[in-house]
């Protein structure tokens, strides 16, 4: 028997699945929703981290997925100016630089202009670029200049045949806390949040669906009744399709593995930029956790959803190689500090390569045979939100009386301060606990917000926090994101609730897992001692 009947079950916690289940649950649904691993746990952990239109999307002509990107940027940076911020990109411009030769953009000037041999001219990208500024309606983020780089900050740490930039601004977003955040605000609407719990199957009985579900840590399973089945599954969205939920489908899932490098600070000032390949291809060279430069991104074909994706000696190679081309200083394998790879689940539009593939989303209903199913399929994590609002008006007419759009302007939890109100911010929390360095104040700020305040509620001193991990990791942080954010295991803290993997050493945060296996029992009678 059932206890309860919801009417959105939601199979996937990442972006699309927790901004789903956020925009449900604020229109009164009743939702459920089941991660097999942790939060953010695939995809949406291991993107570039950008809230960006996607200016390379202009050449394959996806106007509107670029236009909906761009026009999404300022309405989230309003909403979350703790973990998303304005930057600005410098993109170096040579005579030589060409166009990946699938693009609609390139075989066009191939035919018009077929002196340029593919080359990208400089009014061409001027041109985009100007779209760019006003496809959607920019009104905080500054405009596109060009730049001299003799001379310059920005000039400095790249080859001196670049004599000249174009400057233009995107955003930066923490993409991991992004979801968690969302699953947060979910819940406190009325949404039931289940971390690693796996979902063994769903089946339709009459008018709605039994969701099995399985408790990954004790092997426990559990029976939920839901009116809706909702699956954004990611990379195995097609694998609950004719695994889980078992019905026809002729859609399909492309899986594009994309794979990003981290070394030490390679330039001084905080500026990304934009690289444009041999082979036309870019990349993006970003100012990341103030001590380190993040490199990607790749795109290669991967087959299995099943299989971990793992950044290959090979596009290690190819990014280094790539970041060479530009750079004064070459850097070399020893120099990477970290990798990481996601696999993209774009739909599979029957694009020529992983690159011409779409990003943009596709919505599917299936209601043969009973309760309905919507399947969800590719998506970009800057246009989240305008998903979540698709989804929604694909849902409502399934449930009479659900109000309209309501998440645009729409603070997600401790995101409730002026976009320009970070420096303020740090300086009232300073102020507060004196005893906060500049990075910590800095850091607790850029993950919580105005609820760095709840982080900390009466400490006067370090040793207030209890234990400490390493890097301004508190015994008192771990704990509230126990409590408040889901995490359970110290990869859940070290490298999807912060990024202190980083800075922590293999000891350091082994000494984390075991305190997190401990026995909250032991714990206190330790901290008695």
């Known amino acids: 028997m059932h206890s309860k009947t919801y009417d959105l079950f939601v199979i996937g916690g990442g972006i699309n699945g927790c901004g789903i289940a956020r925009d449900a649950a604020g229109r009164g649904l009743s939702v459920a929703l089941a991660e097999m691993n942790d939060l953010a746990s695939a995809t949406s952990s291991a993107s570039t981290k950008l809230f960006h239109g996607g200016l390379r999307y202009l050449e394959y002509f996806e106007i509107n997925l670029v236009r909906h990107a761009l026009a999404e940027r300022e309405v989230l940076l309003k909403a979350m100016p ?27 000037l191939n035919v018009v202009m077929p002196w340029m041999k593919g080359r990208r001219p400089a009014w061409l990208i001027r041109f985009g670029l100007l779209l760019y500024d006003n496809l959607g309606g920019r009104k905080i983020l500054p405009a596109t200049k060009t730049l001299s780089l003799k001379g310059s900050a ?26 968690v955040l969302n699953a947060r605000d979910a819940e406190a609407r009325g949404a039931k949040i289940m971390v690693r719990t796996k979902v063994v199957s769903a089946a339709r009985v009459d008018d709605h669906w039994d969701v099995t579900v399985e408790d990954v840590d004790s092997g ?68 990341y956790e103030t001590d380190f430069t993040l490199i990607g991104t790749t795109d290669a074909e991967h087959e299995d959803p099943g299989v971990k994706p793992e950044c290959t000696a090979a596009e290690q190679s190819y990014l280094i190689n790539f970041i060479n081309q530009y750079l004064k200083q070459d850097i070399g394998p020893e120099d990477v500090v970290w990798t990481y790879s996601g696999v993209r689940p774009l739909y599979d539009d029957g694009a020529s390569s992983a690159t011409a593939a779409t990003r943009d989303y596709t919505l599917k209903v299936d209601s043969n045979g009973g309760a309905p199913i919507l399947n969800v399929f590719g998506g970009k994590i800057t ?20 109000s309209g759009h309501w998440t645009a302007g729409v603070a997600l939890p401790g995101g409730d301060f002026a976009v320009d109100g970070f420096d303020m911010l740090v300086a009232r929390l300073r102020a507060d606990f004196p005893f906060l360095s500049d990075f910590w104040s800095k850091r607790l700020v850029r993950a919580y917000g ?55 050493t293999k000891e350091e945060i082994a000494a984390l897992e075991l305190y997190l296996r401990s026995d909250p029992k032991e714990r206190r009678d330790k901290a008695a001692e």
């Open 82 to 108: 703790h973990i998303s911020w304005p930057m600005r990109f410098v993109l170096p411009y040579h005579k030589d630089m060409r166009f990946e030769g699938a693009t609609p953009t390139s075989r066009i």
């Open 154 to 179: 920005e000039g400095a740490p790249i080859e001196d045949r670049f004599e000249k930039a174009f400057e233009y601004s995107d955003c930066w977003i923490e993409d991991s806390r992004l979801v």
């Open 220 to 287: 426990e399973t559990t029976t939920l009744s839901a009116r809706m089945l909702v699956n954004a599954g990611g990379p195995w969205v097609g694998d609950i399709i004719q695994q889980k939920v078992r019905i026809n489908s002729t859609e399909g899932v492309r899986l594009v593995r994309g794979s990003h490098i981290v070394t030490k600070r390679l330039y001084d000032h905080d500026k990304c930029y934009f690289f444009q390949g041999t082979d036309g291809r870019i990349i993006f060279a970003i100012p």
């Open 383 to 402: 246009t989240y939100r305008k998903l979540a609002e698709d989804a929604m008006d694909k849902i409502a007419p399934f449930f009479p009386g659900t």
């Open 450 to 504: 105005t609820e760095a305040w709840d982080v900390l509620a009466g400490a006067e001193s370090p040793d207030d926090l209890g234990q400490g991990f390493g890097a301004t990791l508190t015994e008192r942080e771990v704990r509230w994101l126990q409590d408040n954010e889901y995490a359970h295991t110290a990869e859940d803290i070290v490298w999807r609730r912060n990024k202190l993997g980083l800075r922590l």
